[in-house]
């Protein structure tokens, strides 16, 4: 492995401290062949002190980015603004970015100005946590830690690389960034010191400066982290959850959360379970969740107040399907009943139509069109809702509906409820 230009701040010796990685290793040694300082940033570092096998590599250079584009056949210059360079090696892909020295957080987001550095130390200290604040030198094994980032880590400490307040109003989003760090996973909680701790709760309208979509992808990931309901709640009690979503939660909600698998709609709906329908649209609309998780949380929150009778056991099921585990698990997390929902598994789902249009079309001399099109769904109710397996059942069936006269829009759909 080729050295390249040595840090400008201390390193120690930490040989293999990451995973053989031939793709990483050919993209820091093009880049330090030229002489230039090339080193593993970041989230990876951290993940590899845990013992964790990291997902990604970053990786920041003394290059340019024009000098990063030169050195590789075949890169992307995904945020070359800020200094960013995908460069792929093998099948692998790395964000290759250059050291900075910024000026000014004018809008507590993005740096007003972007200038290109060639200090390790100013780009770790621009960092947000001292846990991710830490460098690495693959060829020379050297692990640059200028905040004592690895202690922190071994001793399970959330701190700010400087003064948590001015590093928080800088940008808004390190808050839900700590937040999310405060999740450890299998490994627990990690606590902010108390200096980050109050900064937290003293920046919390800095949040408003950060686009929605910014902090939605964070909140995504705290709530469907292994300690959600302890980090949700501090959120909660620091007035950062209310901030966000506009309404403070009932302590009581958090406790429920650890009871759910990391299904992030099923626990959105116990988090607002306590809420009205209509106010559930307001955050939903507030947080611009993507359509998808906006349609699930609002029918996983009707479901929470509505479940199926005897009477409607097979169609529940068909129509909810998969749904009924997640209708189960809400309801007993609520402490409610679940005898029915729980009888209705032993009915089929995925049932298809036994009939067609060309079907009814040759036996009630209907011709295409709505009604043809109603009186198909109200076969298919009767189907599902008595199980029907053959034609013949489907011919009684069909005698004993009053097709030839009523509103169409009006007959029976072969949904729940
Ligand atoms: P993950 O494992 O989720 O990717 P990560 O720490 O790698 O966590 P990234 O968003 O990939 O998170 O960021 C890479 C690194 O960039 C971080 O480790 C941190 O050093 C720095 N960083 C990211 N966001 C910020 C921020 N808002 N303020 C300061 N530094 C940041
Ligand atoms: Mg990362």
């Not at 400087?162 to 808050?175: C, N």
């Not at 068909?318 to 209705?344: A, C, Q, R």
């Not at 769904?377 to 097709?403: H, K, N, V």
Request: aromatic fraction near 8%; charge should be negative; charged fraction near 25%.
């Amino acid at each position: 492995m080729e050295e390249g230009l040595l840090a400008d701040v201390q390193g120690v010796s930490l040989p293999s401290l990451l995973p053989e990685n031939e793709d990483l290793a050919h993209v820091l040694d093009v880049l330090c062949a030229t002489g230039y300082g090339a080193w593993v940033v970041g989230g990876a570092v951290r993940d590899c002190i845990l013992g964790e096998l990291p997902e990604e590599y970053d990786i920041c250079t003394t290059a340019t980015p024009e000098q990063v584009i030169e050195s590789f056949e075949d890169t992307i210059p995904t945020g070359i603004k800020y200094g960013t360079i995908t460069v792929k090696s093998g099948d692998s892909m790395f964000e290759v970015t250059t050291l900075r020295t910024e000026t000014g957080y004018g809008d507590g987001r993005r740096p007003d100005e972007v200038k290109w550095g060639s200090s390790l130390r100013i780009d770790l200290s621009r960092r947000d946590f001292t846990m991710n604040a830490m460098a690495y030198d693959y060829a020379r094994g050297l692990l640059h830690d200028p905040f004592g980032g690895k202690s922190d880590l071994e001793n399970g400490f959330l701190k700010a690389v400087g003064d948590p307040s001015q590093r928080l109003s800088e940008d808004g989003l390190r808050i839900m960034r700590a937040y999310r760090f405060m999740d450890r996973q299998k490994r627990g909680i990690w606590l902010p010191d108390s200096e980050l701790s109050s900064a937290l709760i003293d920046n919390r309208a800095m949040l408003t400066m950060v686009s929605i979509e910014r902090v939605w992808s964070e909140l995504v990931r705290i709530i469907n982290g292994a300690n959600a309901s302890i980090v949700l709640s501090r959120m909660n009690d620091d007035g950062v959850l209310p901030a966000i979503i506009g309404f403070p939660l009932p302590e009581e909600t958090f406790a429920k959360l650890a009871k759910l698998p990391a299904d992030l709609e099923a626990r959105m709906t116990i988090l607002f379970s306590g809420l009205k329908d209509d106010d559930v649209t307001v955050i939903l609309e507030r947080l611009k969740v993507p359509k998808a998780v906006f349609s699930r949380v609002k029918f996983l929150h009707f479901l929470t107040k509505n479940s199926p009778k005897q009477t409607d056991l097979r169609l529940y099921r068909n129509t909810l399907s998969k749904e009924v585990k997640t209708h189960s698990i809400l309801v007993e997390t609520l402490g409610g009943n679940t005898d029915l929902i729980n009888k209705s598994l032993q009915y089929p789902t995925g049932i298809e139509c036994l009939v067609n249009g060309d079907w009814i079309m040759e036996r009630t001399g209907l011709e295409p069109g709505i009604k043809l099109g109603r009186l198909k769904d109200w076969l298919f109710r009767i189907q599902i809702e008595r199980g029907y397996t053959d034609l013949s059942q489907m011919e009684t069936a069909l005698c004993t509906i009053p097709w030839a006269s009523g509103d169409p829009k009006e007959w029976p759909r072969p949904s729940w409820p």
